[in-house]
Nanobody, 125 residues
Framework: VRLVESGGGSVQSGGSLRLSCAAS????????MGWFRQAPGKEREGVAV???????SYADSVKGRFTISQDNAKNKLNLQMNSLEPEDKAMYYC????????????????????WGQGTQVTVSS
């Protein structure tokens, strides 16, 4: 499984960014896909995840502001981030975790065995 993120950058508080993850080397129907982030000095945490059927889960801190989506070919994962706050500043990672078809996907880091290299998001106040 190969995951390559893009779309990070620097924005002011209240701004928007769209992250993308190009995925290859796996059968999408048997994986959960998600976005995670890690700020300096903090543990990596789940942001948003989705299964093949589009069932999603979000961290409470991003609900209503972030939207995870997959494209029709199921080979790209996106994260639309609106109303960004300084607390959202972190390295963002795309991840994939093997699951049964249609299984509910969870935000736990331990459920994901494949990771991209990360893309930096910086939000200034």
């Amino acid at each position: 499984v190969r995951l390559v993120e893009s779309g990070g950058g620097s924005v002011q508080s209240g701004g928007s960014l769209r992250l993308s993850c190009a995925a290859s080397g796996y059968t999408y129907s048997t994986y959960c896909m998600g976005w995670f982030r890690q700020a300096p000095g903090k543990e990596r945490e789940g942001v948003a995840v989705t299964n093949v059927n589009g069932r999603t889960s979000y961290a409470d801190s991003v609900k209503g502001r972030f939207t995870i989506s997959q494209d029709n070919a199921k080979n790209k994962l996106n994260l639309q981030m609106n109303s960004l706050e300084p607390e959202d500043k972190a390295m963002y990672y795309c991840a994939a975790g093997r699951q049964a078809y249609g299984a509910i996907c969870y935000l736990a880091v331990s459920g994901y065995g494949h990771w991209g290299q990360g893309t930096q998001v910086t939000v200034s106040s």
